[in-house]
């Protein structure tokens, strides 16, 4: 029997593993993790991260072929193939400061590994990495192997969230490297046997370990690229009177470009776009490649640049100033159907508007206060560690933030309405309602185009929807950008 082992039950480790037990009835699943906590939730009927469909595929594996424990060691012995989906933060002090990925986690990760085997292992890199890790850990490995076989593998995952249980049931693809050597050839084929038992074989691809890790990064810039493109039009839109949709649209038709991530928005986030860009644009340089890095460093700064416009319309339309008015945020996760918060554009939204002064009444169907609180305070990039090694900030102050439970309370004797993630439940709001309990003249701002314009107009709404035609009020306020 095959056992399997993955260290990190997160939003990648989590999902990915109950779908291998799942679908893999004779394979043995342990998910480990340090956090006591968080393998505790996933051992409960709350599981720690809300992904639809993940209930289901739990509740039919767990305790028959899927385990969660904090027994990292034993699992880790026991198991032929070891999966690593720990945290690779973006390093903060020292060489590679604000682009690099730290990988710690990843190190000890490895040593441990190496620590308690007492038989050959295959090991699995599925974090996303820099380039040229797997060398780093094979290196790591071998070195205090102790007589034991290891071979490495990297197979990126390219699960969205939101859709992960829909993206690993069907993938466009399973992408597997490894080295060119026999045993490098005999592991690749040991873990796509495992994919094949659902993932039809043309859609497995094999590479060499280099390409695979790449190809993640890549993935990730490309799909980043696409949404600054887009949101890089948007500005322009709005200042031609073009509607971003209707450019959008009409782009998408050609075969060649694809109508997929063509949304304007008030900004990507998630937790890798940003931290993979980063990485590339750190490769990029170490390799005495400029150009190429600068090229992709620009994707970022568009994405800044969005965000940074979106709260100066907002200023600038309620007449220069929030100080002391009520601004309702509608959403905080990155994207709907997830609760993730990791990098969303909410975190810089919100901080731009206190910074103005502006005191905020925030709701999102699957966000807590206590993670909302948290993130306004916490320093860029922190969040990427295990829950109990998070460094800690000072909370944000209750008198400026309060987080409800309902849409219409938060927009209760607002000045103004943010809408920063695209939740369905946003587009069937009683705006009638939602117009009347609002100071006037009352304001909506949309950064992810789900209101009906021209209805709320109608209503008597000031509304602002990013790369729209604007509102003859936004017209005649000063430039922004
Ligand atoms: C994580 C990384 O954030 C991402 O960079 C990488 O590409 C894939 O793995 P995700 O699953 O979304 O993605 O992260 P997270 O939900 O934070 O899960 C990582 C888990 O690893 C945490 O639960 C953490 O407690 C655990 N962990 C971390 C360990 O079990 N051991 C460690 O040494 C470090
Ligand atoms: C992404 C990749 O899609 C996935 O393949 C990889 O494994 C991890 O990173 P994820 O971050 O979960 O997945 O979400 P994704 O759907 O890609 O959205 C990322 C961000 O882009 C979100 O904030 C989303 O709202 C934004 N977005 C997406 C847009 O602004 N416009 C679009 O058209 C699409």
Excluded at 442 to 464: E, S, T
């Amino acid at each position: 029997m095959v056992k399997i082992c993955c260290i990190g039950a997160g939003y990648v480790g989590g999902p990915t593993m109950a779908v291998i037990a799942l679908k893999c009835p004779e394979i043995e699943v342990a998910v480990v993790d340090i956090a006591t906590p968080r393998i505790n939730a996933w051992n409960s009927d709350h599981l720690p991260i809300y992904e639809p469909g993940l209930d289901d595929v739990v509740k039919k594996c767990r305790g028959k072929n899927l385990f969660f424990s904090t027994d990292v060691e034993k699992h880790v012995a026991e198991a032929n193939i070891v999966f690593v989906s720990v945290n690779t933060p973006t390093k903060t002090q020292g060489l590679g400061a604000g682009k690099a990925a730290d990988l710690t986690y990843w190190e000890s990760a490895a040593r441990m590994i190496a620590d308690v085997s007492k038989s050959d292992k295959i090991v699995v890199e599925k974090s996303t990495v820099p380039v040229k890790t797997a060398e780093a850990i094979e290196r790591i490995l071998t070195h205090n192997r102790k007589g034991i076989n290891f071979t490495i593998l990297s197979n990126p995952e390219f699960l969205a969230e939101g859709t992960a249980i829909k993206d690993l049931f069907n993938p466009d693809r399973v992408l597997i490297g490894g080295r060119e050597t026999p045993e490098g050839q005999k592991a690749i084929h040991a873990l796509r046997d495992v994919y094949a038992h659902w993932v039809p074989l043309d859609r497995i691809l094999c590479t060499n370990l280099w390409s695979a890790e790449l190809s993640k990064l890549a993935a990730n810039a490309f799909l980043a690229q696409r949404i600054s493109s887009v949101n890089a039009m948007s500005a322009l839109c709005e200042a031609t009177g073009a509607d971003v949709s209707q450019v959008s649209h009409s782009i998408g038709t050609d075969s060649r470009i694809g109508p997929k991530f063509l949304n304007a928005s008030v900004g990507f986030g998630g937790s890798c776009f940003q931290k993979d860009i980063l990485n590339l644009v750190y490769i990029c340089e170490c390799n005495g490649l400029p150009e190429v890095a600068n090229y992709w460093k620009q994707v970022i700064k568009v994405n800044d640049y969005q965000k940074s416009r979106f709260v100066n319309r907002i200023v600038s339309s309620m007449f220069n100033t929030v100080s002391g008015k009520k601004i309702a945020v509608l959403g905080f996760a990155f994207k709907k159907d997830t609760g993730d918060t990791r990098e969303t554009p909410a975190i810089d939204v919100c901080k731009g508007l206190l910074g103005d002064k502006a005191k905020l009444s925030i709701y999102d169907p699957q966000v807590s206060e206590e993670q909302i609180l948290k993130d306004l305070a916490m320093k860029k990039f922190d969040w990427d560690h295990p829950a109990h090694l998070q460094p800690t900030s000072p909370t944000t102050s209750k008198k400026e933030v309060s987080v409800v439970w309902d849409a219409y309370e938060a927009i209760k004797d607002s000045h103004g309405i943010c809408i920063l993630t695209e939740w369905d439940e946003f587009k069937n709001l009683d705006y009638q309602k939602v117009f009347d309990n609002m100071q006037k003249p009352a304001f909506i701002f949309d950064g992810r185009n789900v209101v009906d314009v021209k209805k709320l107009r109608q209503i008597g709404f000031i509304v602002y929807s990013i790369g729209k035609p604007l509102d003859a009020w936004l017209k005649d306020m000063p430039a922004v950008a």
